[in-house]
T-cell receptor
Framework: DAGVIQSPRHEVTEMGQEVTLRCKPISGHNSLFWYRQTMMRGLELLIYFNNNVPIDDSGMPEDRFSAKMPNASFSTLKIQPSEPRDSAVYFC????????????FGEGSRLTVL | RKEVEQDPGPFNVPEGATVAFNCTYSNSASQSFFWYRQDCRKEPKLLMSVYSSGNEDGRFTAQLNRASQYISLLIRDSKLSDSATYLCVVATMKTSYDKVIFGPGTSLSVIP
């Protein structure tokens, strides 16, 4: 079975450019999470969707970040404009249910903003 | 205070050693607890859930102390393949969903 699929795996961009990260959750999973990981701050929860609806976006850093989930099989995380401090690994994870249980992570998107 | 805190690493131990990791959480309403493992430059993966009565999976034992808001992971007979970062994870119920918070992780290196 296919796991969580993220793209791109690696992206290098220049400051000020728009970045779009994509995620396809595991089929049948109702919950989707976006996390950001850096050495300094560890894994930070950015946003959580349940049944395609954003439930908790309190971790989204600022207005430059936005996330959408137009359907059950696709989500995007957009950064516009990007800044060097956005450099990190962005993970998408999905889970079968609404509450508790194992999170299944994608391989991550490694973003470098020059 | 951070919501989830872990022992600072790295832990460097010889093969066959027993090593223990500790984790504390700040929200007494937290209800679910997990340990995840993350290999270098890979995604986190579930190692084991942590149950109130404590639970064991082979060489791994997890304990929960709700009164002290403390979770532990014990690894016996360490193998080279145990080298990884171990993430303590705490889930706290909100109105209709749970907020899943990862600790900063503890790095383990098992040395031949």
């Amino acid at each position: 079975d296919a796991g969580v699929i993220q793209s791109p795996r690696h992206e290098v961009t220049e400051m000020g450019q728009e970045v779009t990260l994509r995620c396809k959750p595991i089929s049948g999973h109702n919950s989707l999470f976006w996390y950001r990981q850096t050495m300094m701050r560890g894994l930070e929860l950015l946003i959580y969707f349940n049944n395609n609806v954003p439930i908790d976006d309190s971790g989204m850093p600022e207005d430059r970040f936005s996330a959408k989930m137009p359907n059950a099989s696709f989500s995007t995380l957009k950064i516009q404009p990007s800044e060097p401090r956005d450099s990190a690994v962005y993970f998408c994870a999905s889970r079968p249910g609404t509450v508790t249980g194992e999170l299944f992570f994608g391989e991550g998107s490694r973003l470098t903003v020059l | 205070r951070k919501e989830v805190e872990q022992d600072p690493g790295p832990f460097n131990v010889p093969e066959g050693a027993t090593v223990a990791f500790n984790c504390t959480y700040s929200n007494s309403a937290s209800q679910s607890f997990f340990w995840y493992r993350q290999d270098c430059r890979k995604e986190p993966k579930l190692l084991m859930s942590v149950y109130s009565s404590g639970n064991e999976d082979g060489r791994f034992t997890a304990q929960l102390n709700r009164a002290s808001q403390y979770i532990s992971l014990l690894i016996r007979d360490s193998k080279l393949s145990d080298s990884a970062t171990y993430l303590c994870v705490v889930a706290t119920m909100k109105t209709s969903y749970d907020k899943v918070i990862f600790g900063p992780g503890t790095s383990l290196s098992v040395i031949p």
